[in-house]
């Protein structure tokens, strides 16, 4: 039993890695210089170089990670640095 829920929390983390990096991809691909996505629980946090952060980028930035995790908007944050 405790063999089965190691293998299953490892599971869960490579499943997060991909999602990570699929996000970053998708979000640089929309025109970000660069993007770090981490993914915690049941929220995602992305953080993007960008000076100011149109609404349009949010819902594309939003909408790719509901897209690749089915996490819900609330529960992610943007970041502009």
Request: proline share 1%; charged share 20%; net charge negative.
């Amino acid at each position: 039993e405790t063999k089965a829920a190691a293998q299953a929390k490892i599971s869960k983390i490579a499943t997060d890695i991909q999602n990570e990096a699929n996000i970053e991809t998708l979000v640089k691909a929309k025109g970000f210089e660069e993007c770090v996505a981490v993914i915690a629980e049941d929220s995602v946090s992305v953080i993007v170089k960008a000076e100011t952060l149109q609404a349009n980028q949010a819902a594309q930035i939003l909408a790719i990670v509901y897209e690749t995790t089915g996490i819900s908007p609330e529960n992610i944050s943007i970041i502009n640095k």
